[in-house]
């Protein structure tokens, strides 16, 4: 079996041609031509109904505050936290926890922080005994506040996590425990020394996931569905209710948006490569100065206690899912309900167990697809002594940069057109366009490091590379394999848009009926749905830990491997 040159143009193509062909999509029908409404463009129509909507102008400041307001203090908590702690016990410790945190699906992770936070929620009750007359539930509007604040936070718990991995995983690109000895050597203070010394290095290496992170933050739906305001919504949000009109003109207004929404997201890009330049111009000058920084206690108290709180509030809210999923009797306001019972469970378990089966379909063929894809395009690379270059990289990051209501609408209308849209295997398509990305940023590294003299030496004893390949390298790589295998798992059961918009309602995944749940407050259902969606995430990254060490019990060079 030879590997086609054109593999990694194939993969390229799987990556990036659903996102081109519903970027066309969704701009033909912003501007006016949507045959199947009888709609032939062009035509401002769509923008003109967008610009009266009244809601607009709220939307749109929404989703930029809360998106960038976001990402600020995602990448601040994770600084203060790194610079202020790495190598220390209570830093290893806290990584032990945010780590398994990392896969818990954004809807479970937010509907966990709205039964800690709202009103009748843990918090108010774990206070109540001692506020006076507080015997119901404060008229506060804590969850879905008009300036999105219950919004930022669900954001923020969960981009930490995922901020903090991604630098670790690149300071052992650039030296950081050298830089910081010179820092030290040079009298700096231990923050002050690592922000000056290391960290525009890995910022270097980290922009592209931080730009990630501020396109979700922007347009993500399904937190915003639970956390955020709604008279009116986050712009994101308004795009699916239009998407979802009987009106099929509506969609044209959907896509009008759509457009509007990619262009916030590019304006927010500009100003933040802006401030990266404001702020490296600023930290020169104080460098120059040479202050260095030696009380820095408060700010090391602030960067654990804030990355403490997100992985307490992340995990009291696993926990408030999990009692309230087998709560019975629970008014307010006692701390616990006054039993347990397993009639939640019976009642919705087996519509949430036939889900649990869709949603494990629709990630294994997702995953598996795109597994063979990856591998075929990092195998074909390195038969061809070919590199990853910056512009690569940043092909790799474009579905994820692109927010998902700026090309997925397009995507639905165009299925819709040739008649496969509703299907599963259009939403597998549209769930591998996410799961792709991620499988080649797990695997690159590790396919990279792989000692290039073990096959040398296979090659030398007559082993074709195909042999090399399936019976040496990937053996060998099973770690790293199941850790990807595992990520894009949890990526696609994380899914909301894609299986809402390309699934047309048709297609229901636990995240889609947990959501779906979010409009009727039914704790106990969401409960269930929430722990499922949870422990359909965590499997594969047990898998991913347990497996090696059992498969290569005597070949304990392989146990790391």
Not at 321 to 340: E, I, Q, T
Not at 424 to 439: C, E, G, K, Q, R
Not at 452 to 467: C, K, L, P, Y
Request: hydrophobic share 55%; charged share 10%; net charge positive.
């Amino acid at each position: 079996m030879r590997l086609p040159p054109a593999l990694p143009l194939l993969t390229v193509l799987a990556l990036l041609g659903p996102v081109a062909a519903g970027l066309w999509g969704t701009f033909s029908a912003g501007f006016g031509h949507f045959p199947v409404a009888g709609l032939n463009g062009p035509s401002l129509a769509p923008f003109q109904t967008l610009w009266a909507w009244p809601g607009l102008q709220t939307s749109v400041r929404l989703s930029l505050a809360t998106g960038i307001l976001a990402t600020v203090v995602s990448l601040a908590i994770t600084v203060l936290l790194l610079a202020g702690w790495t190598g220390t016990r209570p830093f290893r410790a806290l990584l032990r926890m945010l780590s398994p945190l990392l896969s818990v699906p954004h809807a479970a992770a937010a509907f966990g922080l709205l039964f800690l936070i709202q009103p009748s929620g843990w918090l108010v009750r774990a206070f109540s005994p001692w506020l006076s007359g507080w015997d119901r539930p404060p008229d506060v509007l804590l969850v879905q506040d008009p300036l999105g604040l219950a919004l930022m936070i669900g954001l923020v718990v969960k981009e930490v996590p995922f901020l903090l991995l991604i630098s670790l995983a690149a300071l052992g690109q650039i030296d950081s425990t050298g830089r910081m000895q010179v820092a030290t050597a040079l009298g700096y203070g231990r923050i002050r020394g690592w922000i000056l010394g290391v960290f525009p290095a890995l910022y270097a290496r980290i922009r592209l996931p931080v730009y990630v992170v501020l396109a979700y933050s922007m347009s993500v739906v399904d937190v915003a569905v639970i956390l955020g305001p709604n008279t009116p919504p986050s712009l994101s949000v308004q795009i699916v209710r239009w998407m979802a009109e009987p009106d099929l003109v509506q969609r044209t207004t959907a896509s009008a948006a759509a457009i509007l929404q990619l262009g916030l997201v590019v304006l927010a890009l500009l100003l933040w490569r802006g401030a990266e330049q404001m702020i490296a111009i600023t930290a020169r000058r104080i460098a120059y100065s040479g202050a260095r920084g030696q009380r820095e206690a408060g700010l090391r108290v602030i960067g654990l206690s804030f990355g403490t709180l997100s992985v307490g509030a992340v995990l009291a809210g696993l926990a408030g899912l999990l009692v309230w999923s087998f709560a019975a009797r629970w008014s307010f306001p006692d701390v616990l309900p006054d039993g347990l019972s397993l009639r939640n469970w019976q009642r919705n378990g087996p519509a949430a167990w036939q889900t649990l089966g869709t949603t494990f379909v629709i990630a294994l063929a997702a995953t598996l697809s795109g597994l063979v894809l990856t591998l075929g395009c990092l195998e074909t690379e390195e038969r061809h002594h070919w590199r990853l270059t910056e512009k690569g990289l940043w092909l790799l990051y474009l579905p994820l940069l692109i927010p998902q209501t700026a090309f997925l609408p397009g995507m639905q209308t165009l299925l819709l057109q040739i008649g496969v849209d509703r299907t599963l295997w259009a939403v597998i398509l549209a769930h591998m366009v996410f799961v792709l990305p991620y499988l080649l940023l797990s695997l690159e590294g590790p396919y990279k490091a792989w000692d290039a003299r073990q096959g040398t030496i296979a090659a030398a004893m007559g082993a074709s590379a195909n042999r090399i390949f399936f019976r040496l390298r990937l053996p060998i790589l099973l770690a790293p394999l199941l850790t990807a295998f595992a990520v894009g798992m949890a990526v696609s059961v994380g899914q909301y848009l894609p299986t809402l918009l390309v699934g047309g309602g048709r297609v229901q995944t636990l995240t889609t009926e947990a959501v779906a749940l979010a409009a009727g407050g039914d704790r106990r259902a969401i409960g269930v749905y929430g722990l499922l969606q949870t422990a359909a995430a965590l499997l594969p990254f047990m898998m991913a830990v347990i497996l090696p060490p059992l498969v290569w019990r005597n070949r304990k060079g392989l146990q790391h491997g």
